[in-house]
């Protein structure tokens, strides 16, 4: 049903100029990588503080707020390059599991980290160094799981 859409994005002028050049897919993705490590380090650093486990001399709510432009950044930069990536091989992509499960569980990875694990970590606790609550400890876990399973079916997809 999707396949004449998926088509039309390769044939675009982005998707033939990065699949005909020699440079543009390896430094697009070299880019999109770089993307991700900045991604699970904004995400990590908030993650593993509301399990309890990492910075715990730190509040929640600061890590939050410190990382929050690196979380933003990265995503403009993994968008900005997964794009003309995808345009570059869609019709590989359609026929791609990987890709699906990525792309099903972004949307959802997305909209935890921005409605529930944002507002989570933000909370004021009255103990700054609370090592966190079942909550704290649950979104945190969720948040990794969701991302872990993005990254993990995204770099799948170069090796299906």
């Known amino acids: 049903m999707l396949e004449p859409f998926f088509r039309w994005c390769e044939a675009t002028a982005i998707g033939q100029a990065v699949a005909q050049s020699v440079w543009a897919f390896p430094i697009l993705e070299a880019v999109h990588l770089i993307g991700l490590c900045m991604l699970g380090g904004a995400l990590l650093v908030v993650d593993l503080r509301l399990l309890g486990v990492g910075l715990t001399s730190q509040p929640v709510a600061r890590l939050a707020r410190y990382a929050r432009p690196w979380l933003i950044g990265s995503l403009v930069v993994m968008v900005t390059t997964g794009v003309p990536l995808f345009l570059s091989e869609a019709i590989r992509a359609y026929y ?62 170069g090796f299906s």
């Open 96 to 157: 791609n599991t990987s890709f699906w499960v990525k792309m099903c569980t972004l949307p959802v990875a997305l909209g935890f980290t921005f409605l529930v694990r944002e507002r989570v970590a933000r909370r004021e606790s009255a103990d700054p160094h609370d090592p966190g609550s079942v909550t704290d400890r649950a979104v945190g876990a969720v948040s990794l799981a969701l991302w872990f399973v993005v990254a993990a079916a995204g770099r799948w997809i």
